[in-house]
């Protein structure tokens, strides 16, 4: 659990990763759900659009958040996650995409990339795996959405591709952060989705554990580790945030905790 703070700022708390704020070259947050004006199932910083929660408290949300990290709401981008693996490379006129209004996101984007300062990236978690990246040489970052389907298909290593076609990123020299989701304490699965993994060239016998009627627990955060080693990039650079969403329903939101109705936290990135 190490590596990280819990910040406060008015009411409510995201995590600081040292790794990054060690650099001095970007703000960053890991949201929690706590502070915030959403009722309901939503309550309270719930940052996604696309969930069924009010609009306007959406938009009110993601200006405390914003602003708590030193910037406007109309300097976010937002994509429109499929569970997907394609990266989108965010430009000038990308800046404020989906920021105010769903329709306007950037379709079929699972992943975000820039090297523009002042562009705060923004990604969307109620379980699935957030994977941060940071090129503190070329300085440019990347955001990624991993559930299974995006694990899979390993969009954290087609993400560093992208970076190094785009910017020349080296993996080696990068900076990852693995921040909260489902843990292997509470992410059960069936034969289909293990036979996925272990077609895609995962070892279904180190990322799981039995648990009885055909069923496993599954380690998304290590198979993603580990998408991020092969990759290149050093382990002693990859911090795994270890928090279990599903477990800790006072500080996060999980989908399966609530049965399909919450908000999401959000991963958020920006050049300084």
């Known amino acids: 659990?190490?590596?990280?703070?819990?910040?406060?700022?008015?009411d409510i708390s995201y995590l600081s990763f040292d790794i990054f704020e060690n650099t001095g070259l970007v703000k960053h947050a890991f949201t929690?759900?706590?502070?915030?004006?959403?009722?309901?199932?939503?309550?309270?910083?719930?940052l996604a659009s696309h969930v069924g929660d009010d609009p306007g408290a959406v938009v009110e949300n993601r200006i405390i958040i914003s602003s708590a990290l030193g910037f406007g709401i109309d300097d976010m981008v937002v994509g429109q996650q499929v569970h997907g693996d394609r990266v989108h490379i965010v430009r000038k006129e990308d800046r404020g995409r989906g920021a105010r209004d769903f329709t306007g996101a950037i379709p079929d984007?699972?992943?975000?990339?820039?090297?523009?300062?002042?562009i705060l990236l923004s990604s969307y978690y109620a379980d699935c795996v957030p994977v941060m990246l940071l090129d503190p040489v070329k300085k440019a970052i990347g955001l990624a959405h991993a559930g299974w389907k995006g694990t899979v298909k390993r969009i954290a290593a087609t993400t560093l591709k992208v970076m190094g076609s785009a910017?020349?990123?080296?993996p080696a020299r990068c900076l990852a952060v693995i921040a909260p989701s489902i843990g292997p304490c509470c992410y059960e699965v069936d034969q289909p989705v293990i036979r996925s993994f272990s077609g895609a060239g995962f070892d279904p016998a180190f990322l799981t554990k039995p648990s009885g009627d055909g069923r496993w627990k599954l380690n998304l955060q290590e198979a993603n580790r580990l998408t991020l080693v092969e990759a290149g990039i050093q382990p002693d650079n990859i911090v795994?945030?270890?928090?279990?969403?599903?477990?800790?329903?006072?500080?996060?939101f999980s989908y399966r905790g609530q049965s399909g109705k919450c908000g999401r936290m959000a991963s958020?990135?920006?050049?300084?």
């Open 1 to 10: 659990m190490a590596g990280y703070n819990i910040v406060t700022a008015g």
């Open 32 to 46: 929690t759900r706590r502070g915030g004006v959403s009722r309901d199932s939503f309550r309270w910083l719930n």
């Open 109 to 118: 984007a699972d992943s975000l990339v820039t090297n523009l300062p002042g």
């Open 167 to 170: 910017f020349g990123t080296d």
């Open 240 to 252: 795994l945030a270890g928090m279990c969403t599903a477990c800790t329903p006072d500080i996060f």
């Open 268 to 272: 958020l990135m920006a050049l300084k």
